[in-house]
């Protein structure tokens, strides 16, 4: 039995189309960047690429450690080790807000991930 040309390639087009839309779309795609001090540091394609992370305590010094904290965890999951040292990151941002009604202060730590 002889199959058409045409039944394969749309069978074929059917099994990879789920394939294909899985592959993220090229600004997601996350490029390290090399500065001229031969730090690396993370870009999204076209943009800066930042992490963030929160932290919630009752002393706003230790939820600013606990921010960064987490900060590096995430980075440390996504990039790995190499990546996720706050002091080689660029761009650091720290805010910090008092919440009266809970008592605490949330600190939510932001930096472009990079290593040297």
């Keep these: ?3 058409p040309f045409l039944s394969i390639s749309i069978a074929a087009a059917g ?3 789920p ?3 899985a592959i993220p779309h090229a600004s997601a795609i996350s490029l390290p960047k090399t500065y001229p001090t031969g730090k690396v540091c993370r870009a999204e394609l ?3 690429h930042w992490h963030a992370a929160n932290g919630a305590k009752a002393d706003k010094m230790e939820a600013q450690i606990k921010a960064i904290l987490d900060w590096k965890r995430f980075t440390r999951f996504e990039y790995g080790r190499r990546w996720s040292y706050w002091s080689l990151a660029v ?3 720290m805010t910090c807000v008092h919440d009266g009604d809970a008592g605490v202060w949330r600190c939510r730590a932001e930096a472009q991930p990079c290593k040297s």
């Design 15 to 17: 099994l990879l189309l």
């Design 19 to 21: 394939l294909v839309a």
């Design 91 to 93: 761009g650091h941002k």
């Design 1 to 3: 039995m002889r199959i």
């Design 46 to 48: 076209g943009h800066v």
